[in-house]
């Protein structure tokens, strides 16, 4: 059984900084893309950030030039690294990742981790 579990989230004030980080455990064969998504209240929910196995990387135009997505695969966890946060980036921030078991390629999700930002 595969489990993503999340952490780094919390309040901070305009300006400042947060990481967040999600690793993937269980019985699996290897990770594929791993990545962010971010649910506001009253809001569907969005891409932030994705990066695949080689690192390869792309951000919400949001985010682009105040977030960081990382991985260590040995770890099999993924890193966001937030910038500059503004009131707007408040939001339930979920990992993913799409993972290989025995037979295929599913998708999995993590508990959700509360990011708010506020003077």
């Known amino acids: 059984q595969v489990q993503l579990v999340e952490s780094g989230g919390g309040l901070e004030q305009p300006g400042g900084s947060l990481r967040l980080s999600c690793t993937a455990s269980g019985s699996f064969f290897s990770v594929n893309a791993m990545g962010w998504y971010r649910q506001a209240p009253g809001k569907q929910r969005e891409l932030v950030a994705t990066?695949?196995?080689?690192?390869?990387?792309a951000y919400a135009h949001s985010v682009e030039d105040r977030f960081t997505i990382s991985r260590d695969n040995a770890k099999n966890t993924v890193y966001l690294q937030m910038n500059s946060l503004k009131p707007e980036d408040t939001a339930v921030y979920y990992c993913y990742a799409s993972i290989w078991t025995d037979t295929e390629m599913s998708d999995y999700w993590g508990q959700g981790t509360q990011v708010t930002v506020s003077s």
């Open positions: 990066i695949s196995s080689v690192h390869s990387t």
